[in-house]
């Protein structure tokens, strides 16, 4: 396609474009994942990521002090509890309206006092504080339940990062589940790399009998899904000792990454000088010193690349440590597991599993942005003769 000089075809225009599509289709829900792990559960029940540095409309529940710690006795023989229902910290704060009862949420306005029974009544005033009234008998026991419709402040937190990462309760799973995946993943990343490497140099370089029709089985292999695999090859395990524990998942793993380490590395390799090959084999070298010494070295694109790939996948699957990282003491529970077992435990807690899937992500992300120059060059790999 011919335009005249300094205009880009329309071609170029539709791919500029199609690349920013896919960015922001990738950067927005990371982004609101990033922002919703600073909130708090009312913040992100109320309104979406976008809108965290606006005030919103939130139904609040609270009660207020317990009365039977903070009851005071006026002159008058009444028992009344005072207090104030945000605290100085949320002074900002604009109440709508409030009720006593989940089913009335917005009986009252502000100012108004609610009849509680038996001689009791809650008055709340605008600025957030509140009176509780009754005699000796009926202010006593369980704090009153409050449900209250304000427009809130934006507030920003870390105190769920310090739930995750820090409370006991929660740190000693997510800490351990972080180096059990890694415990994972990085053999997972290591092994396949190590024979891909090995096989492709022969399938790209040496010649042997039934050459071709190896590669042939490599390309079919790529889309065999792996959820075939899954039933015939814990048997497999369970068969040989290797079953319900880190060596069977990398075995799994590798299984499943060699097709494509061995495709992607073997275009790569195919496409190197020939000339370099063979005159280190007039020169002497064996087999193993040129794959040693001139292969892996010009093949390290590739060989990031693949890494990246299997890193990725490695630490966001789900399914493989299900079958074969079985272990019901969760010694041996990924971060993938540990996520899944806090949505079942906490199911409105969203701000802890914003922040736990963020946490999760933070990993994959860094090596992706370290590495993502490999990444290019080893998706071109072979592609240019």
């Known amino acids: 396609m011919t335009t005249p000089a300094g205009q880009k075809p329309l071609v170029v225009w539709l791919l500029n474009l199609s690349v920013i599509a896919l960015t922001l289709l990738w950067l927005f829900p990371t982004l609101g994942l990033f922002v919703s792990s600073f909130r708090t559960s009312e913040q992100i029940t109320a309104s979406g990521w976008w809108s965290s540095m606006f005030p919103a409309e939130q139904t609040v529940q609270l009660r207020v002090a317990d009365p039977d710690e903070n009851r005071i006795e006026t002159e008058a023989g009444i028992f009344v509890v005072e207090g104030t229902v945000f605290g100085d910290a949320l002074a900002e704060v604009e109440i709508e309206s409030w009720g006593t009862s989940s089913r009335a949420i917005d009986a009252y306005r502000p100012g108004d006092t609610a009849d509680l029974g038996e001689g009791e009544t809650l008055t709340l005033n605008p600025d957030g504080t509140y009176l509780w009234r009754g005699g000796d008998d009926q202010i006593s026991g369980r704090a009153q339940r409050l449900f209250i419709n304000a427009t809130m402040p934006p507030d920003f937190t870390l105190a769920n990062y310090e739930k995750v990462l820090f409370d006991e309760r929660n740190s000693e799973g997510m800490l351990k589940a972080f180096f059990n995946t890694l415990t994972v993943v990085i053999p997972a990343t290591i092994i396949p790399i190590l024979i891909a490497a090995f096989a492709a140099y022969a399938l790209a370089w040496m010649d042997f009998p039934g050459r071709a029709l190896l590669i042939a089985a490599v390309v079919g292999l790529l889309v065999v899904p792996l959820q075939l695999a899954l039933i015939p090859l814990l048997t497999f395990h369970n068969a040989i000792g290797i079953g319900k524990g880190y060596l069977g998942t990398w075995m799994a793993h590798t299984g499943f990454g060699l097709p494509l380490a061995i495709y ?79 949505l079942g435990t906490r199911g409105g807690d969203w701000e802890i599993l914003a922040t736990s899937a963020f946490v999760s992500i933070a990993v994959p992300l860094a090596v992706f942005f370290l590495m993502q120059r490999y990444l290019v060059r080893g998706l071109l790999a072979g592609s240019v003769k």
């Open 264 to 342: 992607l590395l073997r275009n790569y390799m195919v496409g190197l000088p020939r000339d370099i090959i063979e005159n280190a084999r007039v020169d002497g070298a064996t087999e193993f010193q040129i794959f040693t010494k001139i292969i892996l070295p010009l093949s390290f694109p590739a060989l990031a690349s693949f890494a990246i790939f299997q890193f990725l996948w490695t630490w966001n699957d789900l399914l493989v440590a299900l079958v074969f990282l079985i272990d019901s003491s969760g010694q041996t529970t990924v971060m993938t597991k540990q996520i899944v077992e806090l």
